[in-house]
């Protein structure tokens, strides 16, 4: 991803929001769980304020290391962001709304790897499969096509997405084991 250029990314990034709001899995959720990406992560602080021009709850994760789960907080500006551990931007849960896990209707899943079954890998902390583990919201990536590898490992308690968008379209991913 770091050989993808800032144009080339930029345009993708405009492409799959395109996708991505004209799809029924966006128009049908009401709020929306999203990390807020760093580094060469897909930009999810370009999709973020369309969500809120939308309407759409905004909710990010806190993630809690000694138990390594994750608790949502309503965002409504990045101002309500802070810096963490590894460097992480999170909510700061003293001027956000903690929500109810149950309330996502769609969480958008980070990750660095995927295959066309929504298996993926992600950046180590098991923390979004134990979430999956327990919730079910309807799931979906972001990446771009150069981000899809057929041979990735798959263990037992991974937890694959339902939806991956690229540049190239919105890909249902299905399970075949």
Not at 136 to 160: G, K, W
Not at 167 to 173: D, F
């Amino acid at each position: 991803m770091k050989h993808i250029s800032e144009v080339q990314r930029s345009q993708w990034n405009k492409e799959m929001i395109h996708l991505f709001r004209d799809s029924d899995i966006y128009q049908q959720a009401t709020t929306i769980g999203i990390t807020i990406s760093r580094n060469n992560e897909w930009n999810t602080r370009s999709l973020i304020p369309f969500l809120w021009n939308d309407g759409k709850k905004v909710v990010a994760p806190v993630c809690l290391t000694e138990t390594k789960q994750m608790e949502f907080y309503r965002i409504h500006s990045f101002d309500q962001l802070h810096n963490t551990y590894l460097d992480l931007v999170e909510p700061n849960p003293f001027v956000t709304e903690k929500m109810d896990s149950e309330t996502i209707d769609l969480l958008i899943v980070p990750g660095v790897v995927f295959n066309s079954e929504g298996y993926r890998i992600g950046f180590g902390g098991g923390y979004y499969d134990r979430f999956l583990n327990i919730h079910s919201p309807v799931t979906l990536s972001f990446a771009y096509s150069v981000q899809l590898n057929e041979e990735i490992p798959v263990e037992p308690h991974d937890q694959p997405v339902q939806f991956l968008i690229t540049e190239k379209g919105l890909l249902s991913c299905t399970k075949t084991t």
